[in-house]
Each structure stands twice: as structure tokens, then as C-alpha cells.
């Protein structure tokens, strides 16, 4: 009886202990199954974060491109603002266009953001203007024709475009400041021997080669732009009843008065130093070579646009000085090569005793040019124009189109919208 109530007693003992075991397990199992469950699901919000960043982000940068689509496509104008129409749905994106400065090449600031699940990223983004005319169809692209008062806001714009550092110009010179605008291929910025290239310019890379070109401060233009040379040949009914002769500048006084005024040549030479009067621009058409071997000098406000169907020689050996200079001049030669000349050696662009000392702005087909240049404000030229609101007025390059000049990434937090 005694033995018997013993086992009795240590089953129960027995059986209590393995129930207190089989609870302590279960207690640990459920810890663990929590601790995984709760691990499973920071990862899962991790990446569901991460995903919602991510895509807020893609929806900021569609509003930059649809702003940019409204501009161009659309009419929208700057100081116009856009909500995407399934903004209250789980993401959406909105855009607005602050206003415009500028008269020529205008510019204005966009900024967007995009909102996905409560997680909102910001992007801005600057705009660029040009002012074009008609457009025809290229290789895989539309080619607009560009407007002379856009090519006069270069220093240099053209298909092929070699520069180097002229003589009398120094390793320390910045011998290229202001846009040089490449419509087809790359820039070739080349020091002379026992020189330095040392360019402040600012590049402006147009269409479907610009991806290719690698320049130092480049901006790629998204669309295909040239030079028109109709815009010679449909303006030399300026001169009405005259027929186009040369002209001279020894023989004319070596002055050409500006008010705005017109001339159409067959051929111009600038033979002896000529200087602009009056106030405003001269306009010269001329329907062959224009040759400039003497200095032209033109006071602030004034200028020289030359619009020419053939070449622009800068014959910088017949300079009396140790360079050509010439200021405050236009040049649109969209089928013709402006080049510096060198005295008997026709393959040569640089002299290695004189240089080309310019300032206005060189718009021609092909550009070897060696000297120092720099940019100036165009003096009315002729094309489009724009009224003192900045609204363009009736013309033959009357279209704005706008593209990206300046983008950030856009920037948020990982994390809910605030």
C-alpha cells in the first residue's frame, strides 16, 4: 500500500513537470513565431516603403516631362500650373511653371512633385527657350529652322565648329566665353603649341548627335535645329528695285550708318577700319563672299548684322595691329564657312603672328576661326521679334519651343508624407 501510494504521488510529479515543460516550449515557440512574424513584417514595410519612394519619384519626374510637353504641344504658357486627374487615387503628380524672364532666350523654373501612398518626392527643374520658325521632317527627328535672333545669342553656332587660341592670346585667357551652340557634330577646342585651352564657354548640344558630343558645361537640346539659309534668300526683297553691287568700304568712307537701316550686296569687303554710326543696326545682305581685313568698330548700342549666302573670310595678316578686331557684329551664314585667313596657307586657320579679336556672334554652316571671343547682346536683328511684355510678334521664326537646361533629382525622405 505504502509503494503503491509512492508511484502514485511521482506520476503526478511526473505529469506536472512535463506540463510545466510543454507550457515553458510553447511560451519560447510563441516568442520566436513573434519575433519572425514581427521581423517579416519591418521587412515588408521596409520595402513597401522603399517601393513608394521610389515610385513618387518616377511620378515627379513624368510632371517635369508633361510640363515640358504643355509647353511645347500644348499652348500652356509659363505661369501655368497642372494636377494630374487621378491625383486622388493611391499616386498622382502635379506641376507649376514660374514666370518667364528674359526677351530673347527666355528661361523659367518648373516644379513638381509626385505623391505615391502618402510618400510625396519634390523636383525642379529649369527651362530654356528658343525661338524657331517652320519645321521639316529630318532622319528620325524634326528639324526646326532657327531664328537669327536665336543664333545671335552665341558666340559661336553652327554644324562643324573648330576654335583655337590665336596669337597674342595667352595660356591664362579665356578666349572663348558665352554659348557655343553645336547643331551636328562636337566642338574642337584646341590649344596652340605651348598653350593652354582654357574656354569659359557654355555648351548647347541640338539633336539626335548631341548625345554623343561630351562637352564641359554642356546642355542637351532634345530636338533638331539648323540654320535657314531661306531666311537669306526670302529677305533680299528688302532692297526693292536695287540691284545687289559690291561693296566697299574704302570706297563708301569706311562708315555705314545703323537707324536700323538695310543694304543688299552682291559681295562686301571691309578693305580699310569701318565704323558704325547712328544708333540701332545696320542690316547687310549680301548674296556672296563677305571679306573682312580692316577693323569694325560699332559703339554700344550699335551693331552690324551681316546675313550672307556664301563664305566669311577674317583676313587677320592684313591687320595693322596685332589683331582684327571686330565688335558688335552679327554674322548668319547658315551654307557658308566663317574662317580666319593666313596668308599662303589655305589649310591653315590659324596665323602665327596675328589673331581675331570678336565680339557679337558667329552663326554660320562651318566655323575655323583662332583669336579670342566673346558674346554681346544682338542689335535688332531681323526675324523674330518680341514686344516689351515678351509676346511674340508676327514674323517668319515666330514658334517658342522650350527644353530642359537645368534638372535635379528629386528629393524626398523615405517615409510618409508630412
Known amino acids: 500500500m505504502v509503494i503503491h501510494e509512492f508511484w502514485r504521488r511521482a506520476g503526478l510529479r511526473d505529469r506536472g513537470f512535463v506540463l510545466i515543460t510543454t507550457l515553458l516550449v510553447l511560451v519560447l515557440l510563441s516568442g520566436t513565431v513573434y519575433a519572425m512574424l514581427a521581423s517579416t513584417a519591418r521587412t515588408t514595410q521596409s520595402a513597401t516603403t522603399a517601393r513608394d519612394f521610389g515610385q513618387s519619384g518616377k511620378l515627379a519626374d513624368v510632371a517635369i516631362q508633361d510640363a515640358v510637353y504643355q509647353l511645347n504641344e500644348n499652348g500652356k504658357k509659363p505661369g501655368a500650373s497642372f494636377t494630374s486627374p487621378y491625383q486622388d487615387k493611391s499616386g498622382g503628380w502635379e506641376w507649376s511653371i514660374g514666370a518667364a524672364t528674359g526677351i530673347g532666350a527666355r528661361t523659367a523654373t518648373i516644379t513638381a512633385a509626385g505623391t505615391f501612398r502618402g510618400t510625396t518626392r519634390k523636383v525642379s527643374a529649369e527651362v530654356g527657350s528658343l525661338v524657331v520658325g517652320g519645321y521639316t521632317a529630318g532622319t528620325n527627328e524634326v528639324v526646326y529652322e532657327l531664328s537669327p535672333e536665336t543664333a545671335f ?5 553652327g554644324e562643324n565648329i573648330t576654335m583655337q587660341n590665336g596669337a597674342g592670346v595667352g595660356a591664362a585667357t579665356k578666349f572663348v566665353t558665352g554659348r557655343v551652340g553645336v547643331l551636328k557634330n562636337a566642338p574642337v577646342m584646341t590649344p596652340a603649341a605651348g ?16 548625345s554623343q558630343a561630351l562637352q ?25 528695285g536695287v540691284s545687289p553691287v559690291p561693296w566697299v568700304a574704302s570706297e563708301n568712307g569706311g562708315r555705314l550708318v545703323a537707324n536700323d537701316n538695310t543694304g543688299c550686296y552682291s559681295t562686301m569687303n571691309f578693305d580699310v577700319p ?14 556672296g563672299q563677305v571679306t573682312i581685313s580692316a577693323n569694325i568698330t560699332a559703339p554700344p548700342s550699335t551693331g552690324l548684322n551681316i546675313y550672307a549666302s556664301g563664305n566669311v573670310s577674317f583676313d587677320v595678316d592684313k591687320a595693322t595691329t596685332s589683331s582684327l578686331t571686330v565688335n558688335n557684329t552679327f554674322i548668319y551664314a547658315p551654307n557658308g564657312t566663317c574662317k580666319t585667313l593666313v596668308t599662303g596657307q589655305p589649310a591653315e586657320f590659324r596665323s602665327t603672328t596675328k589673331s581675331l579679336d570678336f565680339t557679337g556672334s558667329l552663326a554660320c554652316n562651318t566655323i575655323l576661326v583662332a583669336g579670342k571671343f566673346a558674346p554681346a547682346t ?13 509676346t511674340l510678334l508676327p514674323g517668319l521664326y515666330n514658334s517658342e519651343i522650350w527644353y530642359l537646361a537645368d534638372y535635379t533629382q528629386p528629393a524626398g525622405i523615405r517615409g510618409p508624407a508630412s
Open 378 to 390: 544682338p542689335i535688332n536683328p531681323l526675324g523674330s521679334k518680341r514686344n516689351a511684355a515678351g
Open 274 to 287: 569701318t565704323i558704325i554710326q547712328g544708333s540701332g543696326a545696320f542690316n547687310a545682305f549680301a548674296t
Open 153 to 157: 545669342s552665341h558666340v559661336a553656332i
Open 195 to 210: 598653350t593652354s585651352s582654357i574656354d569659359d564657354g557654355r555648351y548647347m548640344l541640338y539633336g539626335k548627335d548631341a
Open 216 to 240: 564641359n558645361n554642356a546642355v542637351q537640346v532634345p530636338v533638331g535645329l539648323r540654320l535657314d539659309a531661306r531666311f537669306v534668300t526670302d529677305n533680299a526683297d528688302r532692297c526693292v
